[in-house]
């Protein structure tokens, strides 16, 4: 892996659907490998979208997007992407919903189960391995979620208002794990502050990267960083730079 | 839930009794003629004596049907694949697929008739042709109300186009297939009789329902009549039974429609 590479790179990027108004515009952003990045911003501004040009769902109008140095669409194998909710095959179980990927990327059987049965122990769901989504809880079917990004061994994390999936999944371990770059898109500055490196206020209308701020916090975080001073003062900053974004 | 079951078995086989009760009742008050309305004794000795007859007629309507309904099947099944794979193909031909949901099935019978020649094959055609559109529209509706968010998943994966139609809309469509199924069976029956009465049978004395209930309804047998009725009754109850098993079968693991209600409605 060529460290110099930022993982993700958006040069002038702009974006708006057929005639719509501008949603992005003058995007540049660049974020290094095994960075946390948080992006927040006011609803409406652009930062589900933001996530969809990375991942090369959908192509930006003006500008450059590169992952890994790669285009987007070229670096699909790197990328995992964990929605706001479960999104799972209703009519596949536990275990195939988990190798869902590792299955339309072809990897043989054998190898997927055995993967499957990792990630599974992971999340604390070998039990229910065979049973279908309708039968678990919200807080497992997100479980079973995140055990289906992580199978294919991504090197970039995209969640999208992932509060459901972290309060599932233990922060800790997500800071240990070096090798992955995750880029978060929340609304709440108390969770971007908690758990990224690095948060970007992005301003609406059209969405425009307004500020960013640091967050130099040592790794791994516990909740009791919650109750220190330093963590609350970054958050007052970070607070003030959202609300100056929402009147610029 | 075992006590519940028979008491509502009981409650349905009630009311069937006292309605026999009371159109006897109705027989004897009334002195209604018996080539008017059999009493229900005729109708049971009609079934008992012409069973042989009424069974193959029966089972000549019940293959048209099965064979209208298992065409409509394969056709609407793949004609929702593509109208759900091609947004320009099902824009264009929508609006013809409605024309075989509003033909007046009566009205194009006699032309079926015309082309194809009496017999089996032009009931099942007919069969097909009332059965095919449901098929198609639930099909297509259940390919294309897809959550976006499994279609970006799927892409993420570098899924091609195959992978997503069958292996996420296709399934995806399943329940609202059988939703199609299980209106398109009732209507394969209802088609093949009406197919029947005009182009029942190529040889005198032998065909299907529909053929036969015209036979006894020239001759005044209307304790036959009613027989054959009865029949009809049945052979719709069989094929929405068998639909209703085979939708159980394919979802009852997975999807709501198929479980029982785990809380039962307070009433």
Redesign the interface.
């Known amino acids: 892996m060529d460290r110099a590479v930022p993982m993700v790179e958006l040069a002038g990027v702009s974006k708006r659907y057929a005639k719509g108004p501008m949603i992005l515009d003058g995007i540049n952003m660049k974020i290094a490998k095994g960075d946390f990045v948080s992006i927040i911003g006011p609803s409406g501004c652009g930062k589900s979208t933001v996530l969809?040009l990375i991942?090369g769902?959908t192509s930006p109008s003006a500008g450059e997007i590169r992952v890994d140095g790669m285009t987007p669409k070229n670096a699909?194998?790197t990328?995992?992407?964990v929605?706001q909710?479960a999104?799972l095959?209703?009519?596949k179980t536990v275990q195939q919903n988990v190798g869902?990927?590792l299955e339309?990327?072809r990897v043989a059987a054998p190898t997927r189960e055995k993967t499957v049965a990792s990630l599974l122990q992971l999340v604390g769901l070998s039990h229910v391995g065979k049973a279908?989504?309708?039968e678990l809880s919200g807080g497992m079917k997100m479980r079973v979620s995140i055990a289906r990004a992580l199978a294919?061994q991504p090197r970039l994390l995209l969640m999208d208002e992932p509060f459901a999936a972290l309060d599932e999944m233990s922060r800790e371990r997500l800071h240990e794990e070096q090798k992955w770059t995750a880029i978060f898109v929340t609304h709440s500055v108390a969770e971007a502050v908690f758990l990224s490196k690095r948060v970007i206020v992005l301003a609406p209308n059209p969405g425009r990267v307004h500020a960013q701020f640091c967050v130099p916090l040592p790794v791994p975080r516990t909740l009791s960083l919650r109750e220190e001073p330093e963590y609350d003062e970054i958050v007052t900053k970070v607070s003030r730079g959202l609300r100056a974004a929402l009147a610029a | 839930m075992l006590k519940k079951r028979v008491v509502t078995i009981a409650n349905t086989l009630g009311v069937f009794l006292a309605l026999l009760a009371f159109w006897q009742v109705a027989l004897w008050v009334l002195r209604v003629p018996a080539y008017m309305l059999p009493s229900p004794a005729a109708v049971a000795r009609a079934v008992v004596q012409r069973f042989p007859l009424l069974w193959d007629a029966l089972l000549i309507t019940a293959a048209e049907s099965a064979g209208g309904l298992a065409a409509a099947i394969v056709a609407g099944v793949s004609i929702a694949l593509i109208f759900a794979q091609f947004h320009w193909v099902r824009r264009t031909l929508y609006p013809y697929t409605l024309i075989v949901q509003t033909v007046p099935i009566i009205a194009i019978a006699p032309l079926i008739l015309m082309w194809i020649g009496a017999g089996t094959v032009s009931v099942g055609v007919i069969a097909f042709i009332i059965s095919v559109a449901p098929i198609i529209f639930n099909t297509t509706q259940g390919l294309i109300s897809v959550?976006e968010?499994?279609v970006?998943?799927?892409?993420?994966?570098?899924?091609t186009p195959a992978?997503i139609l069958f292996?996420?809309r296709l399934?995806?469509a399943?329940p609202s297939l059988f939703v199609g199924i299980r209106i398109a069976s009732g209507l394969a029956v209802i088609g093949a009789i009406t197919g029947e009465l005009y182009a029942g049978s190529s040889r005198v004395g032998q065909g299907g329902l529909g053929y036969t209930i015209l036979y006894a309804s020239s001759q005044l047998q209307t304790d036959y009549l009613f027989a054959l009725v009865l029949a009809a009754i049945v052979l719709g109850f069989a094929f929405f039974g068998a639909v209703a098993f085979l939708e159980w079968h394919f979802l009852h693991?997975?999807?709501?429609s198929a479980r029982p209600p785990e809380v039962e409605a307070e009433a």
Do not use: C, V
Request: proline letters at 7%; zero cysteines.
């Open positions: 969809k991942s769902l699909r194998e990328i995992s992407y929605f909710d999104t095959l209703p009519w869902l990927g339309l990327e279908f989504p309708r294919t | 959550d968010n499994l970006h998943l799927f892409l993420m994966h570098n899924a992978q292996r996420l399934p995806n399943i693991e997975w999807h709501e």
